[in-house]
């Protein structure tokens, strides 16, 4: 059974850090596209940002210069770094395993999901 489970989530002041973390299980296959989405209330699902099997990664303008996405897929674990994070930040954040052929941050070309962790930045 394929299984996505994130954690590293919680309350943090704006300007802080948290590295998120999504567990990997029932698969092997690093040629996958994997990412981090998130969800605000009363908002649609938006990606945050993507890595393929080359370790290539695409953005969300919104987080350029403060998210670090990576993989290690020897620990089949995705990691999101959250650095400068800002009252807008606050969402949950799900990690979700798409398609070997194309990467990007396009919600609908992903079909595993995890249960989402929640993230919490106070001003």
């Known amino acids: 059974q394929v299984q996505l489970v994130e954690s590293g989530g919680g309350s943090v002041q704006a300007g802080g850090s948290l590295r998120l973390s999504c567990t990997t299980s029932?698969?092997?296959?690093?040629?996958?596209?994997i990412g981090w989405f998130r969800q605000a209330p009363v908002k649609e699902r938006e990606g945050v940002a993507s890595?393929?099997?080359?370790?290539?990664?695409t953005y969300a303008d919104s987080v350029k210069g403060r998210f670090t996405i990576s993989k290690d897929n020897a620990k089949n674990t995705l990691y999101l770094q959250m650095n400068s994070l800002k009252p807008e930040d606050t969402a949950m954040y799900y990690c979700a395993a798409g398609s070997r052929f194309v990467c990007s941050r396009v919600v609908g070309l992903f079909g595993v999901w995890g249960q989402g962790t929640q993230v919490t930045v106070s001003s």
């Open positions: 029932g698969f092997t296959d690093t040629s996958l596209c």
């Open positions: 890595i393929d099997s080359n370790g290539i990664t």
